[in-house]
Each structure stands twice: as C-alpha cells, then as structure tokens.
C-alpha cells in the first residue's frame, strides 16, 4: 500500500460512526426545544417513536409538544393510540386528553375523559389537579358531574389539607393527617409522595426512603417518586444510583404543567442546571404561570449556574418588576455586577433556588437590626425543616443554635419536636435540659417523660428543682430578676446557665442558705458570674447599676456563688491561662 493511501486509510479510521436510534432522536428533539424549534422537535420525536414505538413514553413526548403548539387534535389522537396500540394502564393519557378537550372547548368530551381517569385510577398522579378541573367543567356546563361519587375522590379534601400544611412549614401534623388518610387509603400514592416529604423535612430519612418505595412499588414511572427519591439518594451520598436515575429523568419531557415545574426543581436541585433551566424556559412559555416572580427568579438562577450571566440579569430584572417589595431580585443583581469585576477565570459558587436571601445574608441582617427571627422566616417552610434537620442530624452547636430557635418560633410544632427530642436515648443531658428550659419558656408544665442514661423518667418543666424538700418565694424571685434584666441581653443557653447555677448555690447551701435581702444584689452576681462563664466583659459596677444595689454588695454575693459553686476552678479548667 502506498503512503498517500495509508494516509488515507489512517483518516478513515478516525471516523466515528452516528448511532441512528431512539436515543439520538430524542437527543435532537430535547435539543430543539431549547432553540424553540418545535416542528424540528416534533419531527426528531415522530423518529424516536419509529425506532421504538413500544415506548410510550416517546408517544407522550410527541403528545406534549403538539399540545404546546396547539394542534391538541393531533395529540388526542396520540394519547388515544397509546391507550389503544401502546400500554393500555397509562391512564393518565386520559387526563391529558381532558386538557386538549378543555382548551378545545369541548367540555362534554374533556368531562367524559376526566371521568374515565377518575373512575380507573384510584392512585391517580393528578386527583388535586382533577378536582379543580372538575369544578371548572361544572361552570361551564351549568351543571353537576353526571359522576357524583368518584371513589378516587374520597380524601382530597383531607390530602389539599396536608398539602396547604406542608407549604406553611407545619410538617409533623402533616404528617399525621397523612398517615391517618392511608390508613384507610393506602393506594393514594400522591398522598404517600406527600407524606414521604413531610418525613423527610422533619429528619425522619429511613421513613422518608419507606415511603417513597411503596409509592414505586405500585407505581415505577410515578414522576413525583421518581424525583423525590433522586433528592433523598442524593442526600445517602449513593451517586453511582443517583447518576442512574439523574439520567432518567433528564430524559423525560413532561406533559402536565406540574410534572414540568417538579422536574426543573428537582433538576436544579441535583446539579443539572441545564435541564433545570430548559424546563423553567417551557414554563415561562406558559401563560398560566409565566406572571409569577418565582419561576423568573429560578429561571434566573438556572441560567446564572451554566454561565448565560446576561440571561439572568434579564430574567431577575423581570422578577424585580413583577415584585418590586422582594429584596431578592436585587440582592442578586448586585451580586451579577460585582461579578463583572471580578477575575473571568474564577469560577463563581453555585446559588440556590430558593426565591429568598441566603440564609447567612438573612442571619447577617438580623444580627445587625439587633431583632430576633422575622414572622415571615418562622413561617419559611424551608428554613422551618432546616431546623428540624438540624436538631436530629446536626452536631452539638448546631443543635443548641436550634433549640434557641425554637425558644423564638414558639408554636406547636417547636413544642412537639421538642418532646420528641427528650425521648432520643443517644442526646446529650445538657441539650435535653436547655430543651425542658425552653419548653417551660414555652408554657409546658406538665410532665414530661425523658430518656437518661437509657431509662425513662418523668420530669416536671414547671419546678425549678426537684431535688430540694422545698423551693421558697424568695430564692425564686432572685432568680426571677435576674432573668427578667437578662432575657434580651443573652441567649436561651446563657439564661439555662444562670438559672443551673442558682439552683446548684441554693441546693450546695440548704439548709444554710443565706438571707436574699439583698435580692438585687444576688441577682447581679447571677449574671456576673454567667457573663464570665461566657467570656462576656462585665464589671460590677455595670451589673450593681443594672440591679440597683451597690457594687461592693456585687461583689460580695459573687464570692459567696464562687464559695460554694467553685466557679472560678470552673472557668480556669475551661479557659486556661496561655
């Protein structure tokens, strides 16, 4: 062989073949839909379903895209043919249909099929989004359902109501609502999703896991699931299975509005910025929901995470203008512009979702306004399951941090989360007594029961101490005064420290406790010696002033404390000399 066709047979070697199937059609069709090439999606779609036409899910694909081009005759007839050719148990085809009826106008039809899908699954994906298209078909025909009774039906009100719970952050009664309505209806998988989250914002991981596989279990292609169980993987840290189901739901192009938002959220949420943003672009299509200042901020953020930095500069602009009160849109515009001046070759971090500051630029804030946590952040969802996370899951000092929180949210839920917490064997005895301090502070005075040192006990919030024959007036009203001087001064451990101490100087002393006349002045040494604990700079002029006593009165009720208490021995082991 010459060297001129060595060369050339060389050259033909590095040739790499196309792979002419289903795969690569749908490739080009997701491809074309981010260029807004519709009829070049439809097209590459129309191919997928060659190659595989066994496949419903390529069937569902072309369905979507005619309906969002308009032609919604077109997709029946899809959506009839997978029903009749394809996979006769999709029944959410019927749904679909309804819509396509619906925005044909054609509401005797769209009622026929919505009632179809109502009347053969009981477990339908969409029974909320049913319920409201119901009530829509009866204003437009002037009349009831010719269906009164759906069994399918039976518990939305309650499930509607576990939902509006979950979105205000009240999980743990979400959660219970939820897991009464399965009782009686365990094939309600869209309440099973719901109830898998709400133990998962709560910490609960393994019932979180439990609840999403029975959900896959009577149905593997269940979208929520699918999604719920991607975020929960990726919280195991398992990412050889993750990157399995990753890649399964980024080939996935939802048909119903709702499957599209749940998908770009979950999209954005396991790193996939582009498919997150692709599917937050179809939505700002949709006239429904493209008025909304969330989905542009998310849009926005998407885009910022793959670079398209002028995008999101668009799109929070936008958001700014539909919600000209929100602190947020501009937060990150500031944040673009300082991007501009910064190093090209610097990577920026990855911002999140959520349409709020960052949760250290609220906490920054709040500390510099002096306020405690804003109404509006107690009631944040999100933030609200971060605390729960965090007192199951977090280390020492973060679960301090969130019994202090706690002291602050101060509503049912903090109270009960509280209660569980005592019962937790493997807590720390001093986390479980800050917990009895707040839940006193929180008006609990019944018993309680609680787990030491791996037995149960019964303790009473409401006594100071249990250990003394008796707790006299004025030994209370020392203690009472100086928490009432000290309550916006320092924290729920500093206030728990003072009050521990107090106790342990009555208890050491008793029977000789001496006289509190001077209550001012014991008072004043409480929150000296607590300050010093804290390596917190105070002085006894300061506390004397506070009280109204004297500071050689101060000084002298501290050195009884120390006598008998040892605090300085204390503090020297804690903070030792350099």
């Known amino acids: 062989m010459s060297e001129e066709n060595q060369s050339e047979g060389a050259k033909l070697t590095k040739v790499v073949p196309i792979r002419m199937d289903a795969n690569f059609f749908f490739d080009r069709a997701v491809s074309s839909l981010d260029r807004l090439q519709y009829d070049k999606a439809l097209k590459y779609f129309r191919k997928a379903v060659e190659y595989e036409p066994d496949n419903p899910v390529n069937h569902c694909n072309m369905a979507g895209i005619l309906s969002e081009i308009g032609d919604y005759e077109g997709s029946n007839k899809v959506l009839s043919t997978i029903l009749n050719e394809v996979d006769g148990t999709m029944t959410e085809c019927y749904f679909y249909m309804a819509n396509n009826y619906a925005n044909m106008e054609q509401f005797e039809a769209a009622e026929e099929a919505l009632i179809t899908y109502l009347e053969q699954d009981p477990e339908g994906q969409f029974l909320a989004e049913a319920e409201e298209m119901m009530d829509l078909l009866q204003y437009e025909l002037n009349r009831p359902a010719k269906v009164r009774h759906i069994e399918s039906l039976k518990g939305v009100a309650e499930h509607d109501q576990a939902r509006s719970m979950l979105e205000k952050g009240e999980f743990a009664g979400a959660v219970k609502l939820l897991e009464t309505l399965l009782r009686d209806q365990p094939d309600f998988l869209a309440a099973r999703n719901n109830l898998a989250l709400g133990y998962y914002y709560l910490g609960m991981f393994k019932e979180a896991m439990d609840a999403i596989s029975q959900v896959l279990e009577r149905d593997p292609g269940n979208l929520h699931g699918l999604c ?106 500031d944040r673009l512009q300082e991007l501009d001046l910064e190093d090209a070759e610097l990577e920026p971090p990855v911002i999140s979702y959520q349409y709020r500051l960052p949760f250290e630029e609220q906490f920054r804030m709040w500390k510099k306004w002096g306020e405690g946590i804003p109404d509006q952040i107690k009631q944040d969802p999100l933030i609200r399951s971060s605390f729960f996370w965090g007192l199951r899951h977090g280390d020492s000092r973060t679960k301090l941090q969130v019994i202090e929180a706690f002291s602050q949210i101060a509503d049912s839920e903090v109270k009960e989360a509280l209660r569980a917490f005592l019962m937790e064997p493997d807590e720390e005895k001093y986390l479980k007594d800050i917990a009895l301090f707040v839940l006193r502070g929180l008006g609990v005075n019944e018993p309680l029961p609680i787990v030491l040192e791996g037995e149960t006990r019964t303790v009473d919030p409401g006594f100071t101490s249990s250990r003394l024959p008796v707790w006299k007036s004025e030994w209370q009203a020392v203690l009472d005064e100086a928490k009432r001087r000290m309550a916006k001064r320092y924290n729920v451990m500093q206030l728990h420290d003072v009050e521990t101490l107090w106790v342990e100087f009555v208890t050491r002393s008793f029977p000789d406790v001496p006289s509190v006349s001077h209550l001012g002045g014991w008072a004043a040494a409480l929150e000296y010696l607590t300050a010093k604990l804290h390596q917190r700079h105070v002085t006894y002029e300061e506390v004397a002033k506070r009280y109204g006593t004297s500071a050689s009165t101060a000084s002298r009720c501290t050195k009884r404390v120390d006598e008998v208490c040892g605090i300085k021995e204390k503090m020297n082991a804690m903070f030792p000399s350099g």
Request: glycine share 4%; hydrophobic share 40%.
């Open 228 to 333: 719920n169980l991607a975020v929960f993987i990726q919280h195991e840290g398992d990412e050889k299975l993750l990157e399995e189901l990753s890649d399964r739901l980024e080939r996935i192009v939802p048909f119903h509005q709702e499957h599209v938002f749940k998908l770009a959220t979950t999209m954005g949420i396991l790193g996939k910025h582009e498919a997150a943003y692709r599917h937050f672009k179809r939505l700002l299509r949709d006239n429904d929901v493209n008025f909304d200042p969330c989905l542009y901020h998310y849009a926005a953020v998407a885009a910022y995470n793959i670079g398209r930095y002028n995008e999101a500069r668009t799109l929070w602009k936008h958001a700014a203008k539909l919600d000209p009160d929100s602190e947020v849109p501009g937060f990150y515009l």
